[in-house]
């Protein structure tokens, strides 16, 4: 006979199952972030140790008082980290709507909108040229400031509603949830811009016919430029260490410096079509790779499902498309429309372009590739040997929260 299962042990084994559930690998990945950890919130009980210190001195003079200001404006900044920067739009903003000039001889509108229009064109259409560094630098003050305001003042209180407790959980649901809402935005205008274009459906012979694409409408250079601005803003963060590294940061790290090239290169030589199809294909996977990390800070009973469907969506997007992208390098960049080297001409799709090009995107899906050997490797771990545990996102979380108790 079976030997009886008493009430503590029924007790214990449910116990565990939920702390499987609750550890549950699926979705939980770190792979592929375009999302980098937020600012705030660094030192914040030393910063409140010199805050009352310095409030509380009995200096009642105009420098006195001054000096309390001025701290107690530097610690309101500390807090909430997107305030100099919307502070910063804010005058940009109010000085050019202001003035009497909004044409290009503003010297504020190559920071507000794209620069370079062609006169007498129809829709108007807009060339290439230094400027253009100014628009992507102010737009990374704007993503800095709309990451941090989404990530502390929207999304923590919905962390907080969701029942995640830990802070480690709370930084992740904040940046993946950040990143669900840009790509929800970006990845349909991209479909939308590629629906404008002979591209429609990645028709790949379209990068090469009637090059170079030197000229750009409104949107599309706004869209192409303000990805420029995402990712420049992501890279300085991760690359300089702002915050605490991961334990992927050198792939990361060498994702993002092969996707600023990318973004410098093909705007800098005209292959912005080839670049528009790979910003869709990143902005897409990285959509359902985010949703399916925070359903699993949720512990959402769709969490298995999903991440099943996120790996078809990857495989399609980022290896299915960029293979068909680096074949047509191979196959079409040479054969469609002109191939030759003509810097008067800007005419830049020729013998020594062809093998950067093929590089760079190549580079691009050794890492897509280490990354998908990840999800495989969970996703078998999950429906084959029904292990739900993922000890480096565990080891990750706790060794954050014991970190940020010891100080």
Wanted: proline share 4%.
């Amino acid at each position: 006979m079976p030997p009886k299962t008493t009430k503590k042990q029924t007790s214990s084994a449910a116990k565990g199952a939920a702390n499987r559930r609750r550890k549950s690998s699926v979705g939980a990945i770190n792979l592929g972030d375009t999302s980098v950890p937020g600012l705030g919130s660094r030192g914040s009980e030393q910063r409140n140790k010199k805050l009352d210190e310095a409030l509380s001195k009995k200096d009642n003079s105009d420098l006195g008082i001054s000096k309390k200001i001025f701290v107690g404006v530097k610690e309101l900044c500390l807090r909430h980290v997107w305030l100099p920067f919307l502070l910063i739009l804010v005058s940009v903003w109010s000085a050019y709507l202001l003035s009497d000039n909004h044409t290009e001889s503003n010297p504020l509108r190559m920071f507000i909108d794209v620069s370079y229009e062609i006169p007498g064109t129809e829709p108007k259409m807009y060339g290439k040229g230094k400027k253009d560094f100014a628009f992507v630098a102010f737009y990374m003050l704007f993503f800095t400031f709309t990451r941090e305001f989404t990530m502390q003042v929207i999304l923590r209180p919905l962390a907080y509603r969701f029942g995640i407790q830990k802070e480690a959980k709370v930084k992740r649901f904040l940046e993946q949830m950040y990143a669900v809402s840009y790509y929800s935005f970006t990845g349909p205008l991209g479909l939308y811009i590629m629906k404008q274009t002979p591209l429609w459906f990645f028709e790949t012979t379209a990068f090469y016919e009637n090059f170079p694409h030197k000229t750009h409408d409104h949107l599309f250079k706004v869209y192409y430029l303000a990805q420029a601005a995402f990712w420049a803003q992501q890279s300085v963060i991760l690359i300089f260490r702002l915050e605490a590294p991961r334990k992927d940061f050198k792939e990361l790290v060498f994702h993002h410096i092969i996707t600023i090239a990318l973004i410098f290169l093909s705007y800098r030589f005209h292959f912005t079509w080839m670049g528009l199809a790979v910003y869709i294909t990143m902005d897409i996977s990285d959509w359902f790779l985010g949703l399916s990390k925070s359903f699993n800070y949720v512990n959402a009973r769709i969490t298995g499902p999903f991440f099943a469907v996120f790996t078809v969506v990857w495989f399609y997007l980022r290896h299915y498309l960029n293979i068909k992208i680096l074949w047509s390098v191979l196959t079409e960049f040479r054969t469609v429309g002109p191939f030759e080297l003509s810097w008067e001409d800007q005419q830049y799709k020729c013998w020594i372009s062809q093998p950067i090009v093929f590089v760079l995107i190549f580079a691009l899906q050794l890492v897509n590739l280490l990354w998908f050997f990840l999800i495989l490797r969970i996703l078998y771990r999950y429906v084959v040997l029904h292990v739900e545990e993922d000890v480096r996102s565990e080891s990750e979380s706790d060794n954050e929260e014991d970190a940020k108790k010891q100080n």
